[in-house]
T-cell receptor, first 115, second 116 residues
Framework: DQQVKQNSPSLSVQEGRISILNCDYT??????FLWYKKYPAEGPTFLIS?????DKNEDGRFTVFLNKSAKHLSLHIVPSQPGDSAVYFC??????????????FGKGTKLSVKP | GAVVSQHPSRVICKSGTSVKIECRSL??????MFWYRQFPKKSLMLMAT?????????EQGVEKDKFLINHASLTLSTLTVTSAHPEDSSFYIC????????????FGPGTRLTVL
C-alpha cells in the first residue's frame, strides 16, 4: 500500500509558466515533507521541505504548500526553466512516530520544461 | 554544505565477487545513514538504515548476509554486496541525515553496479 502517491508520472510545461507537482499521502503520522529533484544516474538533490505545523514554505522559485486536512502537498515552480526538467520526488517522514524518521518516497513525476 | 559523496561512482564486476561501496558525509556528522536501491523507472527503495556504532536495520525482503552494512564512524558507512549476481546490478544511493538540523536526508551521487 503506497503511503505517498504522485499520481502524475509526467508533466510538460512551457518555459516561464508555473509548474505544479502534486503529492498525496495516507499516513496521518507524517509530520515532515520534502521534495527532491533527480537527474538520471545521479542521487536526488534536496529542494525544499515543510513541517506539518506550517502550510506554506517558500524558497526562491520553489514553494511548497501543505493541506493537512486533505493530506495533500504540492510544489510550485515559477517561473519554470528548462534546467528544471528532471524527476521530482515527494517524500514524507514521521519524525516522532518511532520510524527513525525514514523517508517514504512517491514514485516521482517527470517534469519537462519546454523552451 | 551538506555534501555526501559515494565511491565508486561506477563499478563492473564478475559474478561471484564482492563489491564495497563507500558513503561519506563531507561537512556534517551523520549518526544515521540510509542505503537505497533504484530500479529503472521506479522509485527509491530503502534497503537499510545504518546507525553509527550499531547494527543496521534492514527492510523486509533485503538479505542482511547479502548486503553487509558497516557504519564505523559519524561520517562513513559502507555497503558490501557479497557474491554479486547479475540481478544485483542496479543503482545504489546512500543518504545521510543531518541530526543537527531538520532531519533532512542528503543524498550521495549514487553508484552504478553492473555484475557480468
Amino acid at each position: 500500500d503506497q503511503q505517498v502517491k504522485q499520481n502524475s508520472p509526467s508533466l510538460s510545461v512551457q518555459e516561464g509558466r508555473i509548474s505544479i507537482l502534486n503529492c498525496d499521502y495516507t499516513n496521518s503520522m507524517f509530520d515532515y515533507f520534502l521534495w527532491y529533484k533527480k537527474y538520471p544516474a545521479e542521487g536526488p538533490t534536496f529542494l525544499i521541505s515543510i513541517s506539518s505545523i506550517k502550510d506554506k514554505n517558500e524558497d526562491g522559485r520553489f514553494t511548497v504548500f501543505l493541506n493537512k486536512s486533505a493530506k495533500h502537498l504540492s510544489l510550485h515552480i515559477v517561473p519554470s526553466q528548462p534546467g528544471d526538467s528532471a524527476v521530482y520526488f515527494c517524500a514524507a517522514s514521521a519524525r516522532y512516530g518511532g520510524s527513525q524518521g525514514n523517508l517514504i518516497f512517491g514514485k516521482g513525476t517527470k517534469l519537462s520544461v519546454k523552451p | 554544505g551538506a555534501v555526501v559523496s559515494q565511491h565508486p561512482s561506477r563499478v563492473i564486476c564478475k559474478s561471484g565477487t564482492s563489491v564495497k561501496i563507500e558513503c561519506r558525509s563531507l561537512d556534517f556528522q551523520a549518526t544515521t545513514m540510509f542505503w537505497y536501491r533504484q530500479f529503472p523507472k521506479k522509485s527509491l527503495m530503502l534497503m537499510a538504515t545504518s546507525n553509527e556504532g550499531s547494527k543496521a536495520t534492514y527492510e523486509q525482503g533485503v538479505e542482511k548476509d547479502k548486503f553487509l552494512i558497516n557504519h564505523a564512524s559519524l561520517t562513513l558507512s559502507t555497503l558490501t554486496v557479497t557474491s554479486a549476481h547479475p540481478e544485483d546490478s542496479s543503482f545504489y544511493i546512500c543518504s545521510a541525515r543531518d541530526v543537527q538540523g531538520t532531519d533532512t536526508q542528503y543524498f550521495g551521487p549514487g553508484t552504478r553496479l553492473t555484475v557480468l
